[in-house]
C-alpha cells in the first residue's frame, strides 16, 4: 500500500550512542519532515526537506541530522543521543503545496527511549 | 510567527452529543488551517483543511470546522459523537505556499457511554 514506512517502530539506545531513523515514501512526494511528540507539546519539527538535495531546519534541529539524496527517503540520524530525546518521531510527506494536496501523510512512528 | 493555540487539554463528551474542539491561531497572513486526528499509536490522519472560499469546510468522518478571522479561530465540530471518535485531535497551521506546518499540543477527546 501507498503511504509513509518508518523503521524501527521501538528503539532503546543508551546516552551517547547513534543512530538513524529511517522514512521512505512511495508516493512520489517532493515535500517531507520530520516531527518529534511529546507530552501536552504537540508535533515540533526537528528538519524538512522540499526536493532531493535540499534539507532545511524546523523548530528543534539541535542533537540531529538529515540528509535526502532520493525522493523516497528522508533519514533522521541522531549523532549522540540524550535522554531528552525520548520521544516518538513521526516522518511526513506531502506533494507540492496546491490547495487540493497539501495535507500530510504520516508515517506510524518510531517510539525511541533514550537511557 | 506562526503559532497554534488548543486550550483545552481533554474533553469529555457522552456519546451521540455534540461536540466542539477550539483551535486558535496567530498567523500574519491567511493561513492554511488543517485538522488531524491520531488514534492511540497511530500517526496522524487529516480530518478537513481550509485555504480560502467558504469558511465552513467538510471533512471526513462526518466532522467539520469554521473558519473565523476576525476571531483568529479554527473550531472543529461534530453533530453526533461515536465511541470511535475517542482520539486525540491536532489543529495545525501552515504558511501559504510554505513549507512548515505547525501543530498545536492537541485535545484528548474521550466519549463516555
Known amino acids: 500500500n501507498a503511504g509513509v514506512t518508518q523503521t524501527p517502530k521501538f528503539q532503546v539506545l543508551k546516552t551517547g550512542q547513534s543512530m538513524t531513523l529511517q522514512c521512505a515514501q512511495d508516493?512520489?512526494?517532493?515535500?517531507m519532515s520530520w516531527y518529534r511528540q511529546d507530552p501536552g507539546m504537540g508535533l515540533r519539527l526537528i528538519h524538512y526537506?522540499?526536493?532531493?538535495?535540499?534539507?532545511d531546519q524546523g523548530e528543534v534541529p539541535n542533537g540531529y541530522n538529515v540528509s535526502r539524496s532520493t525522493t523516497e527517503d528522508f533519514p533522521l540520524r541522531l549523532l549522540s543521543a540524550a535522554p531528552s530525546q525520548t520521544s516518538v518521531y513521526f516522518c511526513?510527506?506531502?506533494?507540492?503545496?496546491?490547495?487540493?494536496?497539501?495535507?500530510?501523510?504520516f508515517g506510524s512512528g518510531t517510539r525511541l527511549t533514550v537511557v | 510567527a506562526q503559532s497554534v493555540t488548543q486550550p483545552d487539554i481533554h474533553i469529555t463528551v457522552s456519546e451521540g452529543a455534540s461536540l466542539e474542539l477550539r483551535c486558535n491561531y496567530s498567523?500574519?497572513?491567511?493561513?492554511?488551517l488543517f485538522w488531524y486526528v491520531q488514534s492511540p499509536g497511530q500517526g496522524l490522519q487529516l480530518l478537513l483543511k481550509?485555504?480560502?472560499?467558504?469558511?465552513l469546510v467538510q471533512g471526513i468522518k462526518g466532522f467539520e470546522a469554521e473558519f473565523k478571522r476576525s476571531q483568529s479561530s479554527f473550531n472543529l465540530r461534530k453533530p453526533s459523537v461515536h465511541w470511535s471518535d475517542a482520539a486525540e485531535y491536532f489543529c495545525?497551521?501552515?504558511?501559504?505556499?510554505?513549507?512548515?506546518?505547525?501543530f498545536g499540543a492537541g485535545t484528548r477527546l474521550f466519549v463516555k457511554a
Open positions: 511526513a510527506s506531502r506533494a507540492k503545496p496546491t490547495e487540493k494536496h497539501y495535507g500530510y501523510t
Open positions: 508516493m512520489n512526494h517532493e515535500y
Open positions: 526537506s522540499v526536493g532531493a538535495g535540499i534539507t
Open positions: 498567523y500574519g497572513a491567511t493561513p492554511y
Open positions: 481550509y485555504f480560502s472560499g467558504d469558511t
Open positions: 495545525a497551521v501552515g504558511a501559504s505556499g510554505g513549507f512548515k506546518t505547525i
